[in-house]
């Protein structure tokens, strides 16, 4: 079965462009060009992902993407963010409203239809089959891609939890940004290291009492991340 694809884009030669790259490619696809409708339509249907512009009509992609990603029904569908800025900062807060990537106009069809390909495939690959891993108050279940701290669920995004999964298997080593590109992201050509920093960042605010001071996930200054060996 094809993966079914939402796009929205206020602009037509945009969802054109897009929806006509991944109908190439064999993705199923649906368009909306406004925020509220593009809400309605996933509240209603099933989607694998969502290509999101941050320039909307009525709800922002941006308020768009805070609200899926913070509903128990819609939490888990990965969104890419489509920008015409090019500013850090834009790209930056896409990711802490939980998008799993971002694509910046002007773009080329080949980025486009690698970043789908690869979010997909992370969002689908499972980590092999192991017991539960158990880190002070956090239990984390790969079978299951659930986390759970003091009997509580964390939501978090597929990519956010392969980052976590991976380094609490590995207490104590740390971990470069871009040894984590290579473990976590793989063999993608687009990511930038900073993607790394993003996503500890939201992991934090997820899963720390004090984001500020973390226990769980640590900072090697200058070095990388890592998961303390004496977390209790």
Request: net charge neutral; with cysteine.
């Amino acid at each position: 079965m094809n993966a079914k694809v939402l796009v929205v884009d206020d602009e037509k030669d945009i969802l054109e462009l897009v929806s006509y790259n991944l109908r190439k490619e064999g993705f199923d696809t649906e368009t909306s060009t406004d925020g509220e409708n593009a809400l309605r339509m996933v509240r209603k249907n099933h989607y694998d992902l969502i290509v999101l512009d941050l320039m909307l009509p009525g709800i922002q992609g941006m308020e768009l993407c805070r609200i899926l990603k913070s509903s128990e029904n819609t939490s888990s569908i990965p969104v890419i963010m489509l920008t015409a800025k090019s500013e850090e900062l834009d790209k930056v807060l896409g990711l802490e409203m939980g998008a799993d990537d971002y694509i910046t106009k002007p773009f080329s069809p080949r980025e486009l239809i690698a970043r789908v390909k690869a979010v997909l495939r992370r969002t689908r690959e499972k980590p092999a089959a192991e017991k539960a891993i158990k880190i002070g108050d956090l239990e984390i279940d790969a079978e299951t891609y659930r986390v759970t701290r003091q009997g509580r669920l964390i939501k978090l995004s597929a990519t956010e939890f392969r980052l976590l999964n991976y380094l609490a298997q590995r207490k104590g080593k740390i971990f470069s940004r871009d040894m984590l590109l290579d473990a976590v992201w793989k063999d993608e050509a687009f990511v930038e290291p900073r993607t790394v920093d993003v996503h500890i960042r939201r992991l934090r605010t997820q899963i720390e009492e004090d984001p500020a001071n973390p226990v769980y996930i640590k900072t090697k200054r200058g070095v990388g991340y890592y998961v303390d060996v004496d977390v209790e």
